[in-house]
């Protein structure tokens, strides 16, 4: 079986998506099938020694291509046009790309990472000439307050229109929790919900806990990582960490994926200067390389998610999770859906109450002064999650669909 994914991605590193799209890669591969990435964002770029050390990158299963990096764009205009036109000719040569695939019977079946109707109509209806199964990866779900300007931003319809494309041609939808799942439960197609994974065999037991924090003293170190978005509800999490540090810990937060200097971090790490608590405390790492990204989170005391309850997070999934899961460290989430549904509180995680600062505040202190609780709640979380986000327990159903949708 030759599977296609088709969408826009930062690849291979780096973003939650390439993750996930790695790992479901490694399962479908280890069920037998051959995988082929098309991104039109641009790739990043990776050392052939790199390649070798991740067993998707290397395996002779697994090839990815950019259709961004096929085309100049027009350097004579202005740096934003021109940003601009190379993402709409990448898009084009994407479809280049699908067109001559299909036509040479290179393409078994198209999985779509994304639901751009800019981007994916053209391939959904190739898919269709050249009767060719496809399933939609719904992860997120969008409102209009999402976008700059409401529904007069043509970004919000291309989104909206993106979401109405599983019809009843479609072969299945792959839904990251279970409102997205019940949104496009029509009866017809198939509808599996797939939260998100990890693979829960890499052994991080070797990852000592060692400090690079400029605090000489033993420190209390709480780890964040996210891009500090809105929706991550990192103000509730700044203002526990504040409250938490008054109270005479030595708490230190480090952030990594935000550095502070850009984007919605920006304000934040502003936020932190200002403050003559946080100022002391807190630190912007920025994106890191990925080959020592596992052993900062094992490197810490606790790892923390603080998202709000708002429309989007009801649709969406902590990517993070499993991947803190799997580091045996405690683990702080909120209650926002589907997270209680896999891990109880006090036993697998402090699954706190979401936009409230009191709440992280109170999970910190337990943790902070209950060093046996840490080791008992790391360890449970470990085992749990190998339990419900390891993606063994997934892969080899979407296999099948996927084996069933070609047959027919």
């Known amino acids: 079986m030759k599977i296609v994914i088709f969408g826009w991605v930062e690849f291979p590193y780096i973003s939650p998506a390439a993750s996930r799209l790695r790992i ?11 995988v082929h990435l098309i991104t039109t964002a641009q790739l990043q770029t990776v050392s052939e020694l790199d390649k070798s050390k991740d067993s998707v990158l290397s395996s002779p299963n697994f090839t990815f291509e950019s259709s961004y990096n096929k085309n100049e764009g027009y350097l004579f205009l202005p740096g934003k046009l021109n940003k601009l036109i190379k993402h709409i000719n990448s898009i084009v040569e994407s479809w280049k790309i699908m067109y001559s695939l299909m ?4 393409c078994d079946l198209v999985y779509f990472w994304g639901w751009s109707a800019i981007g994916c109509y053209a391939v959904m209806k190739m898919a269709q000439k050249f009767q060719i199964p ?3 990866d719904i992860c997120e779900w969008f409102p209009a307050s999402n976008f700059k ?32 799942a019940k949104k496009y439960n029509r009866g017809y197609f198939p509808v599996q919900v797939v939260p998100a994974i990890n693979d829960f065999s890499l052994d991080n037991s070797s990852h000592k806990v060692q400090s690079n924090s400029s605090i000489e003293k033993i420190t209390f170190r709480v780890l964040y990582s ?7 509800g990192v103000e509730y999490m700044f203002e526990a960490i504040e409250q938490v540090k008054k109270n005479g810990v030595p708490i230190e937060l480090i952030i990594i994926g935000s550095d502070g200097k850009s984007g919605p971090s ?47 997070n009801l649709a969406a999934f902590p990517t993070r999770l499993p991947e803190f899961l799997t580091t045996g460290r405690p683990v702080i989430t909120t209650d926002v859906p589907d997270v209680p549904d896999y891990i109880e509180n006090n036993i697998h995680a402090k699954v706190v109450l ?9 999970a910190l202190m337990e943790l902070w002064l209950n060093p046996e609780l840490r080791k008992s709640i790391g360890l449970a979380g470990k ?7 390891d993606y063994r327990g997934y892969t080899p159903q979407m296999y099948h669909l996927f084996k069933q949708a070609i047959s027919i």
């Open 24 to 34: 479901l890669s490694k399962g479908w591969i280890e069920s037998g099938a051959q």
């Open 103 to 106: 036509n040479k019977g290179e």
């Open 383 to 389: 085992i749990r999650g190998k339990e419900i986000f």
């Open 134 to 136: 496809y399933f939609f």
């Open 266 to 312: 920006l304000g934040f790490a502003n936020y932190c200067k200002d403050n003559e608590i946080l100022k002391d405390i807190v630190e912007f790492r920025g994106r890191i390389p990925e080959e020592i990204y596992f052993s900062t989170l094992c490197s810490v005391d606790v790892l923390i998610l603080p998202r709000r309850n708002c429309e989007t």
């Open 226 to 232: 996210g891009f500090s978005k809105y929706g991550d």
């Open 149 to 180: 300007f409401g529904i007069f931003n043509p970004m919000y319809w291309d989104d909206f229109l993106g979401r109405k494309m599983p019809d009843k041609n479609c072969s299945g939808v792959i839904a990251i929790t279970k409102l997205i």
């Open 354 to 362: 979401a936009n409230n600062s009191k709440a992280i505040e109170k």
